[in-house]
């Protein structure tokens, strides 16, 4: 796409950043209480190292697409890793590589902090985005476990 533009997210943003997160968030099947957003919002403004930081993607003028992630300590490498947390295009918008730039933007800031490792993860029902990720990432043999409640 000619016209798609990935830069980091600006104050201005907020309606956008929270039109498409409620998409993202919809999609999963949740919801967050207003605190949630205003103080995920500040974070992701917060300029202060290893705090989530954001993109957002550009096309004909208008936000298309979102994502968030975050550089933290592993146990098991002495560099930081990346986590890519949340990942969302705009219905009309999928198909068209947004995804794919987003999560190559995350692997330029990625690399550009001395990160070799991103990762992420997804539902097994989430078809179209694992046909993305098998082509932009590895698929890991971890299962992911919480603590419930």
Not at 37 to 46: A, D, N
Request: glycine share 8%.
């Amino acid at each position: 796409m000619d016209d798609l533009t990935i830069r980091p997210l600006q104050a201005e943003d907020e309606a956008d950043w929270r039109r498409l997160w409620t998409v993202y968030l919809e999609y999963y099947e949740s919801t967050v209480p207003e605190e949630v957003y205003q103080t995920t919002w500040q974070r992701l403004l917060s300029g202060l190292p290893n705090e989530y930081q954001g993109l957002m993607a550009i096309a004909g003028g208008r936000a298309v697409g979102l994502t968030h992630y975050l550089f933290h300590r592993h146990c098991w490498r002495i560099e930081n890793v990346c986590y890519l947390q949340d990942l969302v295009v705009s219905a009309e918008m999928r198909g068209k590589s947004v995804g794919r730039a987003l999560i190559e933007a995350v692997y330029a800031a990625a690399d550009a902090e001395g990160c070799p490792k991103v990762y992420w993860t997804t539902q097994h029902f989430n078809e179209a985005g694992r046909r993305l990720y098998d082509r932009v990432g590895e698929l890991t043999p971890f299962i992911k476990y919480e603590r419930p409640g």
